[in-house]
């Protein structure tokens, strides 16, 4: 039963979203009320945050977004669903994309064609939207349109979907196959919190991805092809500026088929003690909004596609990048 129900929940989601693609700023709150719960909780990156209610969302997410990005199309790279504690979820990532004609949330418009990368979490209650976690690359909105608010990063334009396999996972999966990826994850997570604030090779993390792993992070930070990449562009750079990080505190974390979700709200606490993307260490006690996807080839993970709320996380360090693109 629950396995059908996720099912549906699945299809509910992906039936809002496809009428989303092809309506306007006059008419989303007609399909809204069709999904969307009355009391839903959304939860999205800095500065929407926390939006309670139906109309908070649709008044101030979806009619501005609508109204800066006219014919806005949602095209998901990874779509799956499946339950964490006592919800049922819908986890997808991809991009949205729309001509950028009008200003939107403090970012000018640029009249150009705009990619926004976007992870999104549903949970659903009879077959409505009752809770939503929603992040955004708004720094990489700023960047097409022309305002660098960090230093350039490596491979910041590249978001690719899946290698050779279907990552919108329409129908149900193999159980078998959505545990392994599920426990190879989970596993991977346990050794994060082995590090020692000193020696990374500790968290044994060769031991759950290929040396060919590519990993998408969120523009300023960037993206890398291999595990040298990796260790060199984000690894290093994240565990001198926060080398007491601890994790905990997710909001959902699911797998189905090949692919894993996971996100929490924060789900990383630290102390800033090293330069971050050009920011001195403030020492300051920070938190961290994070979502990830991951594929699963075999024994080992090969793609990671993650979004940090840089603007929010900023925000703790003393910095408004809105107020820096201004």
């Not at 700023?25 to 939860?43: F, N, P, S």
């Not at 209610?53 to 095209?75: I, K, S, T």
């Not at 499946?82 to 919800?87: P, S, T, Y």
């Not at 990532?93 to 992870?119: C, E, H, N, Q, Y």
Request: glycine share 8%; proline share 5%; with cysteine.
């Amino acid at each position: 039963m629950t396995t059908e129900l996720n099912q549906s929940n699945k299809q509910r989601v992906w039936d809002l979203w496809q009428q989303l693609n092809s309506t306007n700023e006059a008419d989303v709150a007609d399909i809204a009320r069709k999904y969307v719960d009355q009391a839903i909780e959304l939860t999205a990156a800095h500065p929407i945050n926390q939006q309670h209610g139906r109309d908070a969302v649709v008044a101030n997410l979806w009619q501005p977004f609508l109204r800066a990005f006219p014919g806005l199309h949602r095209e998901c790279y990874v779509f799956i669903c499946g339950q964490f504690a006592d919800k049922n979820w819908v986890a997808a990532t991809g991009v949205f994309s729309g001509t950028f004609v009008r200003d939107w949330l403090g970012i000018p418009a640029s009249g150009k064609m705009t990619k926004i990368r976007f992870g999104e979490f549903c949970a659903l209650r009879e077959g409505k939207i009752v809770e939503n976690y929603l992040l955004l690359d708004l720094v990489d909105v700023m960047r097409q349109a022309g305002y660098a608010v960090f230093p350039p990063a490596p491979n910041e334009e590249y978001w690719p979907r899946p290698f050779d396999v279907e990552g919108v996972l329409l129908s149900s999966q193999a159980e078998a196959e959505s545990k392994k990826s599920l426990h190879l994850v989970e596993a991977m997570i346990g050794g994060l919190g082995r590090y020692d604030g000193a020696d990374a090779s500790k968290m044994k993390q060769t031991d759950f991805w290929s040396p060919q792993m590519h990993w998408y992070g969120p523009c300023g930070i960037g993206s890398s092809r291999h595990r040298a990449e990796y260790e060199r562009n984000h690894q290093t750079p994240f565990l001198t500026a926060f080398p007491d990080r601890k994790g905990g505190n997710h909001k959902a974390r699911i797998a189905e088929g090949h692919f894993v979700a996971s996100t929490g709200w924060p789900s990383v606490r630290a102390t800033h003690q090293g330069e971050y993307l050009g920011c001195p260490a403030t020492g300051k006690p920070i938190s961290m909004r994070v979502a990830d996807w991951w594929r699963r080839e075999g024994d080992v993970l090969v793609q990671n596609w993650v979004f940090i709320d840089l603007p929010d996380l900023f925000m703790q360090f003393g910095v408004d990048l809105f107020a820096r693109l201004r």
